[in-house]
């Protein structure tokens, strides 16, 4: 009789399976459909929300904001001149106070002196020191600036052909480490593309957004416009790419042949646009000419606005008082000193042997 060894206990412990001798990749099929659907309304979404923002925006800028203007003229016209002219009077006198302050700083002297001082150099300014070889006279640094310095004209060279063909230095910018992992013919060939593609989705904005094609240049356009400049200057290809999906969606007024990914790219724009147009309107929604033309109570309007501007006139009254009285403390003390000595006028630029 042959004997059988004891059967080991199975606490519950999976019994591990042998792996298939053939493996086979299981093909899944999705609907994208539903995936789509939902890009599709967060694009509308945001194309809608961004559209009733711009609107009302424009409706501030256009209507709102110059009928608020002319009616103000119109009520307030005497008021509006005086808080004008006392502005231009306050503003020349803070001018004195700083020139005054920054002399008594670097000077080191007393404040009637520095006074003292200022007002004799308005009174008789000093002329520029002429050139000493003649001719207008030319700053150091403005000069350096055009000239430029050694090893410049390399540069400007190397610009210069990049412009001409459309290429640049391989390696240069962000693309530095994928160059490297690319053969010499692959590096020398990828700024090339680059920069044909660009020059093809540039070209193809322009037909669909130059002004001079346009029979209404809308402000969507302009934007539209001003971001395909910028894009082009930036070499951002991808930007151009959205802007030129953008044009043809709204001729063809279907997003049927555009890709779920270029959408989604699409979507985040508006909403990027949406945000900084929300942002406006939060600002001029504190303005008093908000709604402006659709407000019928005008007398409330005058109410509040008149306390407001004549709140802004005493205040402005007051700190124009106070910088008269300290300016004549300054010039009272200035009286009680002796007058100034001409001060000796050096050469700007000392004369060179060479």
């Given at each position: 009789m042959q004997c059988r060894a004891p059967r080991r206990p199975n606490y519950g412990h999976a019994v591990p399976?042998?792996?298939?001798?053939?493996?086979?990749?299981?093909?899944?099929?999705v609907d994208g459909a539903d995936i789509r659907k939902k890009i599709r309304k967060a694009y509308e979404k945001a194309l809608?929300?961004?559209?009733n923002s711009r609107r009302l925006l424009d409706r501030f800028h256009l209507t709102d904001q110059p009928q608020f203007t002319r009616w103000l003229n119109t009520n307030f016209g005497a008021l509006l001149t005086e808080l004008r002219?006392?502005?231009?009077?306050?503003?020349?006198?803070?001018?004195?106070?700083?020139?005054?302050?920054?002399?008594v700083l670097l000077g080191g002297s007393s404040y009637a002196r520095a006074y003292q001082r200022v007002m004799e150099l308005k009174e008789n300014p000093e002329p520029p020191p002429p050139r000493p070889g003649g001719g207008p006279e030319r700053d150091v640094f403005e000069a350096g600036n055009e000239w430029?310095?050694?090893?410049?004209?390399?540069?400007?060279?190397?610009?210069?052909?990049?412009?001409?063909?459309g290429t640049s230095r391989p390696g240069a910018g962000s693309g530095e480490a994928h160059d490297s992992r690319m053969g010499p013919s692959a590096r020398s060939a990828a700024p090339v593309l680059a920069g044909k593609r660009l020059k093809e989705l540039y070209r193809a904005v322009v037909r669909r957004l130059h002004p001079d094609s346009q029979r209404e240049m809308t402000a969507q356009k302009t934007e539209w416009w001003h971001q395909a400049q910028a894009a082009y200057e930036a070499g951002d290809a991808e930007q151009l790419e959205v802007i030129l999906t953008l044009c043809e969606i709204g001729e063809a007024g279907t997003t049927a042949h555009t890709s779920a990914s270029l959408l989604q790219r699409i979507t985040a724009q508006l909403k990027s646009?949406?945000?900084?147009?929300?942002?406006q309107l939060r600002s001029t929604r504190r303005e008093p000419a908000w709604n402006f033309s659709g407000r019928t109570n005008h007398a409330a309007i005058a109410d509040q606005v008149g306390r407001e501007l004549v709140g802004e006139l005493m205040a402005m009254r007051r700190r124009w008082?106070?910088?008269?009285?300290?300016?004549?403390?300054?010039?009272?003390?200035?009286?009680?000193l002796k007058?100034?000595?001409?001060?000796?006028t050096r050469p700007r630029f000392p004369d060179c042997p060479f």
């Open positions: 399976h042998s792996p298939p001798t053939n493996h086979s990749l299981a093909l899944v099929r809608r929300d961004l559209e002219e006392l502005n231009q009077k306050l503003a020349a006198d803070d001018a004195i106070v700083i020139l005054v302050q920054h002399e430029g310095s050694p090893g410049d004209e390399e540069e400007l060279a190397e610009e210069f052909m990049n412009e001409l063909f646009s949406l945000r900084e147009i929300q942002r008082m106070e910088t008269q009285d300290l300016l004549a403390q300054w010039k009272a003390a200035a009286d009680r007058p100034l000595r001409p001060r000796k």
